[in-house]
Nanobody
Framework: QIQLVESGGGVVQAGGSLRLSCTGS????????VAWFRQSAGKEREFVAV????GVADPARGRFFIARDNAKNTVYLQMSNLQPEDTAIYYC??????????????????????WGKGTAVTVSS
């Protein structure tokens, strides 16, 4: 497991943008697949995006872009055209890289063994 810390959340008006950061501990961060999930009040945790250790990205929405800077041990989630329904706590999660898995596998929250504490995003109308 690695330690993960999210940052970059805040309050933004509808149509605005935010960039969230997920910073991990350890020198082997580049070998981890990192995903973003979100959870809003009264709802189940929802997949947002994943960036595999191999570089393959799967954002659940075209408005979201995920990228990483291994030199900074950080994965970013760039969100644009935010809407009130995007209001949630955003969590990053990580798993040691595994070969031969598809998008369905990586969208399952249960495969991740490292989680951050989350960062709150509020989108006002």
């Amino acid at each position: 497991q690695i330690q993960l810390v999210e940052s970059g959340g805040g309050v933004v008006q509808a149509g605005g943008s935010l960039r969230l950061s997920c910073t991990g501990s350890g020198r082997a961060f580049s070998t981890y697949t990192v995903a973003w999930f979100r959870q809003s009040a009264g709802k189940e945790r929802e997949f947002v995006a994943v960036l595999r250790w191999s570089g393959v990205a799967d954002p659940a929405r075209g408005r979201f872009f995920i990228a990483r800077d291994n030199a900074k041990n950080t994965v970013y989630l760039q969100m644009s055209n935010l809407q009130p329904e995007d209001t949630a706590i955003y969590y990053c999660a990580a798993q040691k890289g595994v070969a031969g898995k598809g998008n369905t596998y990586y969208r399952d929250a249960s495969i991740y063994d490292s989680w951050g504490k989350g960062t709150a995003v509020t989108v006002s109308s």
